[in-house]
């Protein structure tokens, strides 16, 4: 039984209502094997498998958006083949909300993962939405950057939405669902298969305004992610890395290609056209992550080498601490001259940098300046 197959049925068994119809998308936007399946009958097993799906539909935060339906998200409209449906758990609201996907290796490195979360924590805080795929390695560590920034993740899955792969990050899938949102086009029920990530990926890169790939390898299904948006006009993103690490070798290959070199949140934000204001970022929300820095999945890994990793990123753990610090550079400069050159009020900046001298990302030099720290 195809994805597509199911989809009809169920599209049949859950019609919009008459007010929520909107015009059928036109005919280009279907190719010809869905446009055969939507007309073929509905079997007996397909009947079931819509019976099931009315019963997890039962189930609070649980949603199926069709082409039709108000919800469904309008970026995946622009792309060649939209899901006929989509299985939400959770706000499906984000899905209307703009956001940039992170993605990069299941194997990643410590130091990618701490780059992954601190920029997905960062575009959060800056109001993005991070979308990713819910894979070990940098997937997770974007979920869990996401959901501290304040904008929440989006987790496309490659199996049914009652199913979580890999089993490890159930908590995580728990977590997303609650305060994020996840989604799947693959029935209910159905298993991980490998020819299923590759068509899951054209929904991670749709869902976004861009594309950053933080580490992958030269053949990497990250760079699937990355072509595709490329062909789906977004825009792509690649973090460099040494040139001797295998896993610095896929984003060599996308800037190569053309895909933005990126080494700070702002380079993203820029590009994007998308700037976070310092003065929407309260000193206490500095305070909150300096007290407590984003923690990351070491499982398996050495201990030592994790907590050195996990504290680099605490230093710039969001867009409104990286344009402080730009500003402030490594000369030592008075709060009040670093006010004026932000065009904000001193006693704005004057929190803001107890905060920061407080996570040890600035020093309070005599005379009142302040210095940049290292990093």
Request: aromatic residues 4%; charged residues 15%.
């Amino acid at each position: 039984m195809t994805n597509a197959v199911h989809g009809a049925a169920e599209a049949a068994a859950f019609p919009p209502s008459r007010e929520s119809r909107v015009p059928d998308p036109a005919p280009a936007r279907l190719t010809a094997r869905q446009a055969q399946v939507l007309a073929a009958p509905a079997s007996a097993a397909l009947q079931r498998l819509s019976e099931a799906t009315w019963a997890w539909l039962q189930e609070p935060g649980n949603r199926v958006l069709s082409l039709h339906d108000p919800a469904y998200p309008p970026l995946l409209l622009q792309i060649a083949d939209p899901p006929l449906l989509l299985y939400v758990k959770g706000r499906a609201e984000l899905l209307q909300a703009p956001a940039v996907a992170i993605v990069g290796s299941r194997n990643a490195s410590l130091q990618g993962e701490a780059n992954a979360q601190r920029f997905a924590q960062a575009l959060s805080a800056a109001g993005l939405g991070i979308v990713s795929g819910l894979a070990l390695g940098i997937d997770a560590a974007a979920h869990r950057g996401g959901l501290a920034g304040g904008a929440s993740t989006i987790a496309v899955i490659a199996t049914g939405a009652d199913r979580i792969y890999p089993r490890r990050n159930a908590a995580l899938a728990r977590q997303i669902a609650e305060q994020g949102c996840l989604i799947s086009e693959f029935a209910l029920g159905t298993p991980p298969r490998d020819h299923h990530f590759p068509r899951r990926n054209r929904i991670i890169s749709g869902l976004a305004r861009g594309v950053l790939v933080v580490e992958a390898a030269e053949r990497s299904g990250s760079l699937i992610t990355a072509r595709q948006a490329t062909a789906q006009n977004r825009e792509v993103f690649a973090i460099p890395g040494s040139i001797h690490s295998p896993l610095s070798k896929g984003c060599h290959i996308l800037i190569r290609e053309g895909a933005k070199l990126v080494d700070t949140v702002e380079h993203v934000l820029e590009e994007l056209g998308w700037e976070a204001s310092l003065a929407e970022c309260p000193a206490a929300q500095l305070a909150d992550h300096a007290a407590a820095p984003p923690a990351l999945d070491t499982s398996g890994k050495d201990a030592a080498v994790s907590v050195v990793s996990a504290v680099a990123p605490s230093r710039q753990w969001n867009a409104c601490a990286d344009r402080l610090l730009a500003a402030l550079g490594h000369d030592p400069l008075p709060a009040g001259a670093l006010a004026a050159r932000l065009q904000l009020a001193t006693s704005m900046v004057q929190a803001h940098l107890l905060a920061l001298e407080l996570a040890g990302a600035v020093e309070r030099l005599p005379g009142g300046a302040f210095r940049r720290l290292a990093g």
